[in-house]
C-alpha cells in the first residue's frame, strides 16, 4: 500500500509538472516580464533571486562562498513564477555570497552561469555577487555632480582604452594600467610634462570615452602578472566593470568602488565619462550566459535557424525583442544610476533596431537630458532584420537625439580606411571637396553642398548637426599618423605634420560634435598596426616622450580646442543656423575650400570667422572678402588675439588651414 501510495504522488507530480511546463510554437511568444526585480533583491534578512527563462523545465539557484574555487555552500531548486520568471529566496545575510543559475531545458542539465543581470562577479565574471550596493560608494559619491554642458555640440570627445594611457614607466603612474591610474593627479612624464588626467585636463577636451570597461571575456583575470591586452569588444558581463583596471579582482565590490572613484575624478576635474557599449553581441555564442540560461531567445536566427552574425563575431542579438530591449534599456540606466555616467557609445549601432535607440535615448535623457547617445551607423555583415528598421546612419534623422560616425568626413580627409595607400583632401588627392563640405555641415541640408559628389552618402542624414560625430581616427584602423606615413611613402616628417594638422583642424572647425582618438596631440603611431585590439602594450600604450619631443603640436591642439570651445560659431545649434550662417565661397582650386561663418553665428562674438583649407601641396594666393581681417590660426600656432594683420591678399601655404577673424 506504501509503495502504491508513493507510486500515485509521483504520478500526480509528474502530471503537475507537465502541466505547468509551458510550450511555445516560437521564440517571440515568450512571455515578457515587466518587473524591474530581476536579478537578486538583498536585505540583511533575506536574498531574492529571479530569472527570466520561460522555457526551462527546471533551474537550480548554486550559492558559493568566493568566487572561484570549490566552495559550493548550496544548490536550491527554482520555483516557477509568473510571465516566464523563475524564483527563490534565501533566508539570512547573503552579502558577500557567489550564486550561478543552471537550466535544464529539453531534458538537458545546460552549463552553470552567472546571473545576466549581475551586478557584481567574482574573478573571470564566472560567478555573480550578493552585494550592499550603497557599501561601494566612494566618500561623496551622493554629492558627485555632471559637469555643466550646455549644447550636444559643445561636446569634444577623447576617445583612450584605460591601459594604454599608463602602462609605459614615461606616464609616471603609480597604478599603470589601472582605473585608479588614469585619474591619478600630478603625474608627469620624464622631462616634467602633464600625463594621465592632468594632461587631458590640459588638452580641454569635454568628454573621455572609456574603450568598453565593462566585464569581457579576454584578458584572465587570474594571471594579470603576464602580460595580456585586448580593446574589450568580447562582452561577458554587461552590467559588472572588468576586473583587470582594479586593484583586486577577486573581491567583486573593488572594481565597482574603484570605476565609481574614477568617475568621480573626471567628474571633479570638469570632464564627462561616456562608456563604449557592445550590446549588438557576446563574446562567446552556443556557451555564452545568455545562450545557456535561455537558449537562442536572445539572439537573431538565419533562414537556417542558426546564430546570423551581421557582427562579424559569431553572433549578433535581437533588440527587437521585447525581453533584450528591456535588457538594454535596463543596463544603460543602470549605469547612469549607479555610475554617473555621462554618455553612451554604440559599437555597431546599425545591428540594433531603430526603436530600440529611440527608447535608450528617450530612457537616459529622462534622468539626465544633457547624456548624450552615439554609435556606429553600420554592421559589420548582412542582419535579417530589414534594413529600414536598422539604426544605420542613412536612418540618423529618423531617430530623436541619436548621433552617427561620419565616415564621409573621415575617408574624405585621410583616404579609405580600406585602402591603405588611398590619400584624402589632406594629403593632396583631389576630388572630395562636396565629400569635406558635407562633413563641415554635419551631414545636414545645405544649398552649397552637391550631395551627389559626396563620397558616400548621396543625401543628408542628420537632421540636427548634433546628430553628427564628426572625426578622421578612432582606436580602429590605422592612427592618423600611421595612415599618412602609410599613404604618403616619399613624404617628409614635416610634411606629414602639416597634413595631420589640416585633417585635425577640419574635424575641431566642422560643425558637430568633435571626436578625437586619444594620442592623435602627440601623433600617436601604432608602428603601423592596423588592428591592434590583441596587440601587445608595446603597440598601443602611450609613449609619453612623445609629448615632449612634439611638444608645440600639443599646445597647437590645445589652442585649437579653446578656440572652438570659446567660439560657438564652431558649434551651431540648428541646421537652420548653418544655413543661414556658413557660407562656402568660390575660390578655384580643385583642394581648396573656403567657407566664412558670418553674423556672429550662435551669438558669436566675432562677427565673421574665414577658414580657409589648402589641401594642394601648393602655395595658394587668394583675394580675401571686403574689410579688414586678422589671422588667428596658421598651422603653426593658434592665437585668438591675432597673430597678425593680413592685407587684401593672403597666401596659404600647402596641407595648411588658415583661420581669420573680421575686425
Known amino acids: 500500500m506504501k509503495n502504491a501510495l508513493s507510486l500515485l504522488i509521483s504520478l500526480l507530480l509528474i502530471m503537475t509538472s507537465c502541466q505547468t511546463q509551458p510550450e511555445y510554437e516560437s521564440l517571440t511568444?515568450?512571455?515578457v516580464y515587466e518587473g524591474n526585480d530581476l536579478g537578486f533583491t538583498y536585505s540583511p534578512n533575506q536574498t531574492s533571486f529571479r530569472l527570466w527563462s520561460p522555457a526551462a523545465q527546471e533551474v537550480k539557484l548554486h550559492l558559493y562562498s568566493a568566487g572561484n574555487g570549490d566552495n559550493l555552500e548550496a544548490s536550491y531548486p527554482m520555483k516557477r513564477d509568473e510571465a516566464g520568471t523563475w524564483t527563490y529566496k534565501v533566508s539570512g545575510d547573503q552579502q558577500d555570497k557567489y550564486y550561478t543559475y543552471q537550466v535544464m531545458q529539453n531534458g538537458q542539465w545546460l552549463q552553470e552561469k552567472p546571473d545576466l543581470y549581475a551586478v557584481a562577479v567574482g574573478v573571470n565574471g564566472q560567478r555573480s555577487m550578493i552585494v550592499d550596493l550603497d557599501q561601494t560608494d566612494p566618500e561623496g559619491w551622493q554629492n558627485d555632480q555632471r559637469p555643466k554642458l550646455e549644447n550636444y555640440n559643445d561636446i569634444i570627445i577623447y576617445e583612450l582604452h584605460i591601459r594604454d594611457m599608463t602602462i609605459h614607466p614615461s606616464s609616471g603612474s603609480s597604478y599603470p594600467g589601472k582605473y585608479s591610474g588614469l585619474v591619478e593627479e600630478g603625474t608627469k612624464s620624464p622631462k616634467g610634462l602633464t600625463t594621465g588626467i592632468d594632461h587631458i585636463k590640459e588638452l580641454g577636451v569635454t568628454h573621455v570615452h572609456l574603450l568598453p570597461t565593462f566585464d569581457h571575456r579576454s584578458i584572465d583575470e587570474t594571471r594579470l602578472d603576464e602580460p595580456q591586452y585586448n580593446w574589450g569588444y568580447d562582452?561577458?558581463?554587461?552590467n559588472v566593470p572588468e576586473g583587470s583596471f582594479s586593484s583586486n579582482p577577486y573581491d567583486g565590490r573593488v572594481r565597482i568602488t574603484e570605476f565609481k572613484e574614477m568617475v568621480q575624478q573626471f567628474h571633479k576635474n570638469g570632464i564627462r565619462v561616456i562608456l563604449d557599449v557592445v550590446y549588438n553581441h557576446t563574446g562567446q555564442t552556443e556557451d555564452s550566459n545568455f545562450n545557456q540560461l535561455v537558449p537562442m531567445y536572445y539572439y537573431r536566427q538565419n533562414a537556417d535557424g542558426g546564430f546570423s552574425d551581421a557582427s562579424a563575431c559569431g553572433n549578433e542579438t535581437a533588440s527587437e525583442r521585447a525581453m533584450m530591449r528591456k535588457y538594454i534599456l535596463e543596463?544603460?540606466?543602470?549605469?547612469?544610476?549607479?555610475?554617473?555616467?555621462?554618455?553612451f557609445r554604440?559599437?555597431?549601432?546599425?545591428?540594433?533596431?531603430?526603436?530600440?535607440?529611440?527608447?535608450v535615448s528617450a530612457a537616459v535623457r529622462a534622468i539626465d537630458p544633457s547624456i548624450f547617445v552615439y554609435g556606429e551607423g553600420w554592421t559589420a555583415g548582412s542582419s535579417p532584420l530589414p534594413s529600414e528598421q536598422q539604426a544605420l546612419k542613412a536612418n540618423t534623422y529618423k531617430m530623436q537625439n541619436v548621433a552617427a560616425f561620419s565616415d564621409d568626413l573621415r575617408d574624405a580627409l585621410k583616404g579609405s580606411v580600406f585602402e591603405h595607400e588611398e590619400g584624402g583632401f589632406a594629403s593632396k588627392r583631389p576630388g572630395l571637396k562636396e565629400s569635406i563640405k558635407f562633413g563641415i555641415v554635419a551631414s545636414t541640408q545645405h544649398p552649397q553642398v552637391n550631395y551627389e559628389e559626396v563620397n558616400y552618402s548621396k543625401a543628408p542624414w542628420a537632421a540636427e548637426p548634433s546628430q553628427t560625430i564628426s572625426y578622421v581616427s578612432c582606436h580602429d584602423n590605422h592612427t592618423l599618423w600611421d595612415k599618412l606615413t602609410i599613404s604618403n611613402p616619399d613624404a617628409s616628417e614635416e610634411e606629414l605634420i602639416k597634413m595631420h594638422k589640416l585633417a585635425e583642424t577640419?574635424?575641431?572647425t566642422s560643425q558637430g560634435v568633435s571626436f578625437v582618438h586619444a594620442g592623435f596631440e602627440m601623433l600617436r603611431t601604432k608602428n603601423g598596426v592596423e588592428n591592434s585590439?590583441?596587440?601587445?602594450?608595446?603597440?598601443?600604450?602611450?609613449?609619453?616622450?612623445?609629448?615632449e619631443k612634439y611638444e608645440d603640436i600639443f599646445s597647437y591642439y590645445k589652442g585649437l580646442i579653446a578656440l572652438r570651445k570659446n567660439h560657438p560659431a564652431f558649434r551651431m545649434t540648428s541646421t537652420e543656423q548653418i544655413q543661414e550662417h556658413l557660407e562656402f565661397l568660390d575660390y578655384s582650386g580643385d583642394n581648396f575650400l573656403t567657407y566664412q561663418l558670418k553674423d556672429n553665428a550662435n551669438g558669436d562674438s566675432w562677427k565673421d570667422i574665414l577658414v580657409l583649407l589648402n589641401g594642394s601641396g601648393l602655395n595658394k594666393t587668394i583675394s580675401l572678402?571686403?574689410?579688414?581681417?586678422?589671422?588667428?590660426?596658421?598651422g603653426k600656432e593658434v592665437n585668438e588675439s591675432g597673430i597678425r594683420k593680413s592685407g587684401t591678399t593672403i597666401t596659404v601655404p600647402g596641407s595648411t588651414a588658415f583661420i581669420l577673424k573680421r575686425d
Open 346 to 359: 554604440f559599437d555597431l549601432m546599425g545591428i540594433h533596431d531603430m526603436e530600440t535607440m529611440n527608447e
Open 506 to 508: 577640419i574635424v575641431l
Open 533 to 547: 585590439f590583441d596587440s601587445p602594450d608595446a603597440i598601443n600604450q602611450f609613449d609619453w616622450t612623445r609629448k
Open 29 to 31: 511568444d515568450y512571455p
Open 235 to 238: 562582452p561577458l558581463n554587461y
Open 331 to 343: 543596463s544603460v540606466q543602470y549605469w547612469v544610476n549607479e555610475y554617473h555616467l555621462d554618455g
Open 625 to 634: 572678402p571686403e574689410g579688414n581681417w586678422t589671422l588667428v590660426a596658421d
